[in-house]
């Protein structure tokens, strides 16, 4: 079982996220703007976060990054859940440090399977992939 913090100003969303997430065993905070989650994610400690990108307060790029930096919450896997498919927003959340994107809408198993799968990783590992993307994107391959 997983802490999960979905952070998303879409009450549907948030229920979707939440309600698969529950039944797939795993344990799920919700936060509707970036300020929140972020505050959120320091306090409980998640064992990954799903971000929108766009959220009130702070944007989910700007949170993206913070995440990724931010010591507490450096090694948490980053899943990007948003309406923007365009492939620049795709980079641009890579280079800000998200381990995965998926576009909405999406299948909840999707969601479920690439959480469970980001969060078994070793950090080691995790750590590297995030690198080999974000050198990607900055190479513009990815």
């Known amino acids: 079982m997983a802490r999960v913090l979905v952070i998303d100003d879409e009450p549907d969303v948030l ?3 939440r309600v698969n ?12 703007d970036g300020d929140r989650g972020l505050a959120l994610a320091r306090e409980v400690r998640p064992d990954a976060v799903v971000i929108d990108l766009m959220l009130p307060a702070m944007d989910g790029f700007e949170l993206l990054r913070t995440l990724d930096i ?5 090694d948490v896997p980053l899943l990007v859940l948003t309406a923007k498919a365009r492939e620049t927003d795709r980079v641009r959340c890579l280079r800000g440090g998200a381990d995965a994107f998926i576009t909405k809408p999406f299948v909840p198993e999707t969601l479920v399977e690439t959480i469970e799968s980001l969060v078994a990783m ?15 994107a900055e190479a513009g391959e990815a």
């Open 15 to 17: 229920l979707l996220c």
């Open 122 to 136: 070793n950090p080691a590992d995790r750590a590297a992939r995030r690198a080999v993307q974000r050198a990607a």
């Open 70 to 74: 931010d010591r507490p919450t450096a």
């Open 21 to 32: 997430l529950q039944h797939a065993g795993h344990e799920v905070f919700e936060a509707p």
